[in-house]
């Protein structure tokens, strides 16, 4: 048996953490579904009708982003308790296995049972909030109207107006990575992991922004950036007639353009949409092996 | 089994080893004692690889512990003073956390959960702190680990229980086995303990077997002032003085514990001398 991974110990850690957290884990799921159902009820009884697309998939996105932000940060937090870190470390599994079996329930299963219970809920609430909106319809529409059905919403398919854009796949994308930051923050702080982490990437935002404001657009030549980060567009700089100073203006004919390498850029642009994630999970594993109690 | 060689560790700046070399071997059990905030549990963390040396070489059954490689989890076992168990059924704990042990025995397990008198049908979430240390005490035995950590083990427990602990700990050893208790209780432990190891102030301040403390050293009550006052330790009581002194028969007399532990601490060099004497012949 390999010291690395072994599919067959992972699976009897995975069978051991359902074990221990099935019952948490159905109440959670019980809880949510209680309260995503209030509050389509409360939003079908407002409206009187079921709730459009774009509201559903909005509600998906806001409640992924909260409730998986909050699971991840208590993915680790029995390492905050010294009994039950212990109790953790000492299981005879690699570290591999371990981060590996978290990853599971904290990524994989909980993305699938949120997004199904999201759907069955949906799909009842707007099959319910139909036959309440035709009831109504049928007692006060005007003959010439037509009654329209509000559908059961592709939440992978983005808000109308943002569907050609792949906006979807890129909030998606921003969600694993802020999840990969909680799940990483429930390992290195032992205690407030979310609030801890929240103030971190905040800090982490304004220093970047600092960074970018004061730092790298002083020095970069007047201009935009084409193409994604690939290309950088700088524009024309003119001696205005004496004593007033410089013209900054974008004339094609005159305007220069740097690009680097286009697969440099693609490399780039693939990295930040899917490398984020995945080297979060490495910080979480090599802070997991580095762990003491 | 553990070769410890130049050990540093320190808590942040405040220094918990500076150089300790040990080494325990299989088939002894071994009590480790010493003062509060000494490092027995910074020890047993250290061997159990929960902790890292800051300094020198920690080897357990030809692992690094710090590793924390399965291989090396499933021969090593701890029973810390504290600890943390899922409110499952027993059964469960037979389930799901037993398979990681290749040598663990559900039929010693129900044994040892039979001699401990614990319902095998119960909950661990309905169980007293004593119990539940009872049912850590038992699948630690059952896991057939060749390396036992145990940290303060008859804390929480009953009169009843550490009798029972004593029994089933004197049953367990094997020759492949090696058991290290780290304990102030040390009257829990008498009888049961093969050799003793004191830590002071990170160091080893005394490490030797029972057997030959027994033969060396006698504890016993006096009444004679002459020999009290030779004593290598004494301690007034109601019926006159506890003592440790030689042994000068060729009997094993009773160990102590406690009076033995008070003298290493008291007067550490004199008993060494004692024992380091050797028989004439």
């Not at chain 1, 992972?10 to 957290?21: D, I």
């Not at chain 1, 905050?80 to 953790?88: Q, R």
């Not at chain 1, 000492?90 to 981060?99: D, G, L």
């Not at chain 1, 930040?272 to 762990?291: C, D, I, Q, S, V």
Request: glycine share 6%.
């Amino acid at each position: 048996m390999t010291q690395t991974f072994d599919a067959r110990r992972w699976w009897l850690l995975v069978t051991k953490h359902w074990s221990e957290n099935k019952k948490k884990y159905s109440l959670s799921l019980l809880a949510f579904s209680g309260l995503l159902l209030l509050w389509w009820i409360f939003i079908v009884m407002d409206n009187h009708r079921a709730p459009a697309e774009d509201i559903q998939i909005n509600a998906y996105y806001v409640v992924l982003f909260i409730l998986g932000c909050l699971y991840a940060s208590t993915l680790f937090a029995d390492l905050g308790s010294k009994t039950k870190a212990l109790n953790y470390l000492t299981v005879p599994a690699s570290q591999a296995e371990k981060i590996l079996c978290n990853l599971f329930y904290g990524v994989l299963v909980f993305f699938v049972c949120y997004t199904a219970i999201f759907y069955i809920l949906d799909f009842v609430v707007v099959k319910a909030g139909n036959a309440m909106a035709y009831n109504r319809w049928l007692q006060q529409h005007d003959p010439r109207s037509v009654f329209k059905k509000e559908t059961v919403a592709n939440v992978f398919s983005g808000p109308s107006g943002l569907r050609d854009k792949g906006f979807s796949l890129y909030l998606l994308l921003l969600y694993f990575v802020l999840q990969s930051a909680f799940i990483y923050g429930s390992i290195y702080f032992s205690k407030f992991s979310f609030i801890k982490t929240v103030i971190a990437l905040v800090l982490v935002g304004v220093f970047v922004s600092v960074v970018l404001a004061k730092l790298i657009s002083p020095i970069l030549p007047p201009g935009n950036f084409r193409d994604g980060i690939s290309s950088f567009q700088v524009y024309t700089v003119k001696q205005a007639s004496a004593g007033q100073g410089t013209m900054i203006y974008s004339d094609p004919a005159t305007d220069k353009m740097m690009s680097i390498p286009s697969w440099i850029g693609q490399v780039l642009i693939f990295l930040l949409k899917y490398a984020f994630a995945p080297l979060l999970w490495l910080a979480t594993f090599y802070r997991l092996k580095e762990k003491e109690i | 089994m553990i070769d410890i060689q130049n050990l540093h560790f320190a808590y942040r700046k405040k220094p918990v080893f500076t150089g300790l070399s040990l080494q325990l071997q299989p088939g002894f059990i071994y009590g480790l004692l010493g003062k509060n905030g000494t490092g027995k549990s910074t020890l047993l963390r250290t061997i159990a690889g929960l902790l890292f040396p800051d300094k020198g070489t920690v080897q357990v059954l030809g692992f690094t512990p710090g590793k924390r490689q399965p291989a090396f989890l499933q021969q090593v076992f701890m029973v810390p003073e504290e600890f943390y168990l899922p409110d499952v059924p027993l059964s469960h704990l037979v389930d799901h956390h037993a398979p990681f042990y290749p040598k663990f025995s559900a039929a010693q397990f129900e044994k040892y959960i039979s001699e401990f008198e614990i319902p095998s049908g119960s909950t661990l979430q309905n169980m007293s702190y004593g119990q539940k240390k009872k049912v850590l005490i038992s699948f630690a035995l059952a896991s057939n680990a060749a390396m036992l950590l145990m940290d303060e083990p008859t804390n929480g427990l009953d009169i009843m229980s550490k009798s029972q602990f004593r029994k089933v700990m004197a049953g367990a050893l094997s020759e492949e086995k090696c058991i290290v208790i780290s304990t102030h209780q040390v009257k829990d432990l008498e009888n049961l303990i093969d050799r003793i190891t004191v830590i002071d102030e990170g160091r080893i301040l005394f490490d030797e077997t029972a057997e030959r403390i027994s033969r060396k050293l006698s504890f016993e009550l006096s009444f004679d002032g002459e020999e009290i006052q030779q004593s290598l330790y004494n301690e007034s009581s109601l019926r006159g003085a506890a003592i440790v002194t030689r042994n000068t028969g060729d009997e094993e007399g009773k160990l102590d514990l406690e009076l033995l532990y008070k003298a290493i601490v008291l007067n550490g060099d004199a008993v060494t001398a004692v024992l380091k004497i050797k028989p004439t012949l």
